[in-house]
């Protein structure tokens, strides 16, 4: 004869007992005497199939019989078998996995459900996957397309830019009806659309250090679609921090890298970049351009990637970094080895919270305010001194095919990489006001001409753009 | 209904505030009489779940055995569970109810800023699919 323990409430399903004997040679056996004998019993413990209820454990004395050999574990006559209850909880409210995809779901995603490495099981993984994209912008306009029409069940985004017509010509997730709408609701419309099956939560918001890690946190992984510095810095600690991967990419010009940092075992970003580079070294795509279609194959590769770790399939980007040349027409790849000795997610981490990373990287808080340097002229102050017949040069320092685009006909060309060797074009008495884009060029122009004995040159703010906006509208923007 | 004695009452407080802002668990032991349930003793339990505990908890069986067993070995009845919501509401969650059992009082405690706000008690159903409020008394001090 077994001993079974009654917990307390189900005592009064047992003939009021705390304890029964019961004969029975394994766990199995003495369960069924149990409920045959108390048949009132049977409903508390086992669910309509027949099987122990999710949340009932079966102890004998103190082993779980799930550790045994479950129904099957011997029993001795001296034996206690103990009912308890598995008890957890909180204030979250978390979304149970789905088991099952809807008849609508298997005839949309048939294309991937007869492919035995994704088949049902894959599909249901992507329908339980969440993923946060960093960036509603050229990465994230192919990653959030094509990840919602994968199938994949959760995907935040975090952006808190406006469409305008300058992200029209690669950030395809946006159309020209939707110029001066937020980013994230027109990318919302375009996933919606392509899958309505798919959870979209929007943060319109600057990822930051003080939001980070609660944003991310409700994620499986990060997709990195950001362009800058600080926020790549960010996305990556707090991707260590919380053991999330950070699937990686960036593009300039031509080229683009994508990677997948922050795994358990594999490098993260700091391990490859330990310190940024000095503000201004590094021009971003406003600055630099970017070749229309080339975020669309990064933006692709890192969507490929992020279904690849959610499936568990194929062979990961975990420690390679994939470098693409649009106009050789190449792939290359490095080979990245986990730092031990990285700050962030080595064997001794230093950096255990989240920082500011304006401040890492050199940037101070906002720019635009305290760029106004003693000696910046606005556009239409340059503009008078045109009309009055003022004796000054106006410097263009952008690249001829800007020149091409458009430009002030009283300027001067002289881009800011030719500056050093046609110094002795200019002359160091005369008045100069340096010009370019948006005027950060203009700005370098007018250091590197005052450390060169240059005297009174002065910056035109806002650059060109400024000047279609004050003085010119008929010059077109770029 | 379901009544706290002053003595376990302090306990559950006192463990909830501690653990502050996580969440805290436990169990309430004492007797049944009818429809009156009377706690007479808590007993803090840790909180296994591994992750960030702010908004989860989970307490072991083993624990949960081990505790049931020395209520018997006291002639007492092991008669609910309970744990905190930090900075929250004592509402039943989602979360609460799909790691609940039926068998039990599950009473909730309101922590708010580190000290205690309110309770309320609950009697979820076997399917995990809702939760009955039950009277809950405490005593007021």
């Given amino acids: ?478 | 209904m379901i009544r706290i004695e002053p003595g376990a009452w302090q306990t559950m407080v006192a463990h909830a505030q501690s653990t502050f802002p996580d969440e805290c668990c436990g169990v309430m032991v004492g007797k049944i009489d009818g429809d009156t349930k009377s706690v007479t003793t808590a007993l803090a339990l840790e909180n296994a779940y591994k992750g960030k505990q702010e908004d989860r908890y989970e307490i072991r069986p083993e624990d949960l055995l081990a505790a049931d067993k020395k209520a018997r070995a006291e002639g007492l009845d092991l008669i609910g569970i309970f744990h905190s919501h930090p900075d929250c509401d004592a509402y039943f969650s989602k979360t609460d109810l799909q790691n609940s059992c039926p068998w039990y009082s599950f009473v909730v405690l309101s922590i708010k800023g580190g000290t205690f706000d309110h309770a309320n008690s609950f009697l979820p159903n076997a399917d995990q699919t809702a939760a009955e409020k039950e009277e809950l008394i405490w005593p007021k001090s």
Wanted: aromatic share 6%; net charge negative; hydrophobic share 40%.
């Fill in chain 1, 1 to 478: 004869m077994a001993k079974v323990l009654i917990p307390t409430p189900l005592r009064q399903f047992a003939g009021k007992q705390d304890s029964v004997e019961l004969t029975g040679s394994t766990v199995g056996e003495v369960l069924s005497a149990l409920t045959s004998t108390f048949p009132d019993l049977k409903k508390q413990i086992f669910n309509d199939e027949g099987k122990l209820r999710s949340f009932v454990n079966v102890y004998l004395n103190d082993e779980d019989i799930r550790y045994l050999k479950k129904n099957d574990t011997a029993v001795a006559p001296a034996d206690t078998l103990s009912i308890v209850p598995s008890i957890a909880g909180g204030s979250t409210v978390a979304e149970p996995p789905v088991t099952s995809l809807s008849k609508d779901e298997i005839l949309r995603y048939s294309r991937h459900l007869i492919m035995p490495e994704v088949g049902m099981e894959g599909q249901i993984k992507l329908k339980n996957a969440k993923v946060l994209l960093v960036g509603a912008g050229g990465l994230g306009a192919p990653l959030g397309l094509y990840l919602a029409a994968a199938g994949v069940g959760k995907i935040g985004i975090v952006d808190f830019d406006v469409v305008d017509f300058t992200n029209l010509q690669r950030q395809v997730i946006h159309g020209t009806k939707d110029v001066g709408r937020k980013k994230l609701d027109s990318a919302y419309d375009s996933m919606r659309d392509i899958n309505p099956n798919v959870q979209i939560d929007r943060y319109d918001v600057a990822i930051t250090s003080e939001n980070a890690l609660e944003i991310i946190a409700g994620y499986d992984m990060v997709v990195d679609g950001t362009d800058n510095f600080p926020t790549r810095y960010l996305v990556n600690d707090a991707c260590v921090i919380l053991k999330k991967p950070n699937v990686y990419g960036s593009i300039f010009r031509f080229e683009g890298q994508a990677t997948v940092f922050a795994t358990q075992d594999g490098p993260c970003y700091r391990c490859l970049y330990p310190e940024p580079p000095p503000p201004g070294l590094v021009p971003s795509c406003a600055e630099g351009g970017v070749l229309g279609i080339l975020p669309g194959i990064i933006g692709l590769v890192q969507a490929t990637e992020a279904v690849k770790l959610i499936l568990g399939v194929g062979e990961s980007l975990v420690g390679r970094l994939m470098l693409y040349d649009a106009l050789a027409m190449r792939f290359r790849e490095l080979k990245l080895r986990k730092n031990p000795e990285c700050p962030a997610c080595g064997d001794h981490p230093t950096i255990t919270k989240l920082i500011d990373y304006q401040q890492f990287c050199g940037i101070p808080q906002h720019t635009p305010e305290v760029a106004v340097v003693e000696g910046d002229i606005e556009p239409k102050d340059v503009k008078a001194k045109l009309d009055r017949g003022d004796n000054f040069l106006l410097l263009d320092v952008r690249e001829p095919h800007e020149y091409q685009i458009c430009n002030i006909p009283a300027a001067k060309l002289i881009p800011l990489g030719d500056l050093p060797k046609r110094l002795n074009e200019l002359d160091p008495s005369a008045e100069i006001i340096a010009h370019c884009k948006s005027g950060m060029r203009s700005a370098k122009a007018v250091d590197l001409l005052k450390q060169s004995g240059f005297k009174k040159v002065r910056n035109m703010k806002g650059g060109i753009l400024a000047w279609s906006d004050q003085v010119d509208p008929s010059v077109p923007k770029y």
